[in-house]
Each structure stands twice: as structure tokens, then as C-alpha cells.
Nanobody, 121 residues
Framework: QLQLVESGGGLVQPGGSLRLSCAASGSSSDYGVIGWFRQAPGKEREGLSCISSSGSTLYAASVKGRFTISRDNAKNTVYLQMDSLKPEDTAVFYC???????????????WGQGTQVTVSS
């Protein structure tokens, strides 16, 4: 069974950067797409970005140009580089797997436990 584990969250000042990691327990053949989502208190889960096994990517308008998704299939790890962070980026960030490129959470499975990102001065 595929398991995903997020890491890399923390406290960062506005304008700063963080790189999140999503490590998969299985091989890349167990999933086609990995997506990143976030959920702030009192808000719905928001799809941010996803990447296919071939490297195709998709970004939400809210993070396009600031966040970059990448994957290292040899390490079974997907990264989310987050730059120019804003206080409104504060949330718990999750990764999950899917077999289609998209940002609808209903299409994703094997959710990780999440990692907290706090953007504050």
C-alpha cells in the first residue's frame, strides 16, 4: 500500500522560502501523479500543484510563479519549492497520489499526515 510522508514545514518570515518533500513508500509505478494541497483553519482544502510521472505539471493560479513542483523518481520523492511566501500561505500542507493530472482532492488518495507551514514575522 502506498504511503506518503510530508516534511520540510516550519516557521518562515514573509518573503522567505521553504522546500517541502513528499516521500513515497512505493515505486513511482504505484502512482502516476503526486499533488500538493493545503488547508488553512476554517477553510476548504485547496489544490496547489501536481506533477505526473513524466514531469507534466499543473499549478493553481494562487501559487503560479511562486511555487515550483518537481520530482526525483529515483528517490520516490516529490518536492514543492515555495518562494515569496505570504502570511496567507499559512496552512497545513498535504501531498497525495492520483492517476490523473488535476487539482480536485476527490481524485487523490493515500494522503500524507501533513506538515505545518507558518508564515509570520
Amino acid at each position: 500500500q502506498l504511503q506518503l510522508v510530508e516534511s520540510g514545514g516550519g516557521l518562515v518570515q514573509p518573503g522567505g522560502s521553504l522546500r517541502l518533500s513528499c516521500a513515497a513508500s512505493g515505486s513511482s509505478s504505484d502512482y502516476g501523479v503526486i499533488g500538493w494541497f493545503r488547508q488553512a483553519p476554517g477553510k476548504e482544502r485547496e489544490g496547489l500543484s501536481c506533477i505526473s510521472s513524466s514531469g507534466s505539471t499543473l499549478y493553481a493560479a494562487s501559487v503560479k510563479g511562486r511555487f515550483t513542483i518537481s520530482r526525483d523518481n529515483a528517490k520516490n520523492t516529490v518536492y514543492l519549492q515555495m518562494d515569496s511566501l505570504k502570511p496567507e500561505d499559512t496552512a497545513v500542507f498535504y501531498c497525495a497520489a492520483s492517476f490523473r493530472l488535476g487539482l480536485h482532492s476527490a481524485d487523490f488518495y493515500s494522503w500524507g499526515q501533513g506538515t505545518q507551514v507558518t508564515v509570520s514575522s
